[in-house]
């Protein structure tokens, strides 16, 4: 119901009708925060006995905030817990202030520390108490004066290298971070842990290089070893690593995939460890070994989508001759060059019959399009197998043009159209 107050918000009468309707706090709440009735809502909201929860609820940033406050002062006894949570929502240093002088818990006065301007205070009562390590980090991470006292305290009760390594990498330490790497390697981190300071999505990337050296003279094993080429650190070593250990793959598929610089490299050693065949596709799509990938794939059963994508990243003979024999076409009553030249009379002069963005639309057409359009065998083709495989046994040495940006396109078939 109050969806028509949504999309009418203007028409008064509308909101006469609602009035009429039996709503609730909860229906209220909408057409305070969402339609132009703030006021006339609030009258009404103030009729149907809200609760405290409701109130709190209201003066998280809506338009009544202020009023929902004042009636709830008004009503109602704030406890720490209400306190607690608006000092969380609102960021508001009055409720952080009227919660410090209740004698808060440990966990409402990391809530002052993380979301009020009171965060010294409220360090400084925290660290009067018998602490565990969250409520030591939630000082350092949220505290100037009162970070180093907390770290202190917490290389006192054995940090776990998680908390350690968090720390350095998301938390502003200042001169105070080179005491935690201490710290950390002094704990003897295992290659994981330092793996952590390696992986590109770590942070800010703090540690990465020493961390990534430290790494390179262990024994690290191949996913470490692959996580050091993404990173780009020491890639070098990692890849001779890589090619001593032989690994599985399917360890490799991810460095492929994200084209990191050594990418190919990978590829290369991953083709020689009798990839399989999604693991050849990874390999086909994304590296420049395109070639070699699809000698291999063709000596695997394919299915009709696999070959589809296979003519999208290669056109080498044996690709066609194996898609050719499939499909029953016979290549060669197909001339490449002079179908091209027949589109390029097509498109010159009326460019806005090529759309680069569909196979075919209505009478436009991209380049592979208006190929099986002007040959009518291939009609037949694409009808069955698809238009990827029809296009790319008519023009193999033009399918990375098929929906190429268009004044890319025009321009080669300008050039065409000449010779």
């Known amino acids: 119901m109050v969806i028509l107050v949504r999309e009418i918000e203007t028409q008064a009468e509308t909101w006469e009708h609602l009035k009429m309707l039996d709503l609730d706090c ?5 057409v305070i925060t969402e339609t132009a009735f703030a006021n006339e809502a609030w009258e009404v909201y103030q009729t149907k006995n809200p609760t405290k929860d409701d109130l709190l609820y209201l003066m998280e940033g809506t338009p009544k905030s202020q009023e929902a406050e004042a009636y709830l002062m008004e009503r ?17 240093d009055r409720f952080a202030q009227l919660l410090l002088q209740r004698n808060p818990n440990n966990d ?11 965060n010294e205070e409220a360090a400084t009562e925290l660290l009067k108490g018998t602490l565990d390590n969250y409520d030591l980090r939630a000082i350092i991470d949220n505290s100037n004066f009162k970070k180093r006292e907390a770290l202190e305290r917490l290389f006192q009760q054995n940090p776990t290298n998680e908390d350690l390594s968090e720390m350095i990498c998301y938390t502003d ?3 105070l971070e080179e005491l935690v790497w201490d710290q950390f390697l002094s704990q003897n981190p295992s290659n994981e842990e330092l793996l952590y300071f390696v992986k590109d999505y770590s942070g800010r990337g703090r540690k990465k290089e020493e961390a990534a050296a430290l790494l390179i003279e262990r024994d690290p094993d191949a996913d470490a070893l692959a996580e050091l080429i993404v990173a780009d650190q020491f890639a070098d070593i990692a890849l001779e690593k890589l090619k001593e250990i032989k690994p599985d793959p399917e360890e490799l598929e991810f460095v492929i995939r994200l084209k990191k610089r050594g990418m190919n490299e990978v590829a290369a050693l991953c083709l020689s460890l009798n990839p399989d065949k999604e693991q050849l596709f990874e390999i086909l799509e994304n590296s420049d070994k395109k070639t070699e990938a699809a000698l291999q794939l063709i000596q695997f059963p394919l299915e009709l989508h696999e070959l589809a994508d296979l003519i999208v990243h290669s056109t080498i003979e044996p690709v066609l001759e194996l898609i ?8 060669s009553q197909v001339n490449e060059e002079a179908l091209l030249q027949e589109i390029a009379q ?5 460019p806005e019959l090529l759309d680069v963005n569909h196979w075919h639309n209505e009478e436009k057409h991209c380049l592979g399009g208006w190929a099986i359009t002007l040959n009518k065998a291939s009609q037949k083709i694409e009808q069955q197998f698809g238009s990827e495989i029809a296009a790319g046994l008519l023009l193999p040495n033009y399918v990375h043009l098929f929906f190429a940006d ?7 078939l300008k050039k065409k159209s000449i010779a």
């Open 406 to 412: 268009k004044d890319a396109v025009i321009e080669v």
């Open 173 to 175: 330490l200042g001169d």
């Open 324 to 331: 050719s024999g499939r499909v029953q076409f016979d290549r």
């Open 26 to 30: 909860d229906d209220l709440y909408i």
């Open 346 to 350: 097509k498109i010159v002069n009326n």
């Open 76 to 92: 109602f006894e704030l406890e720490n817990e209400d306190l607690d949570w608006l000092v969380e929502k609102t960021g508001q």
């Open 108 to 118: 409402q006065l990391i809530t002052i520390i993380k979301h009020s301007g009171l």
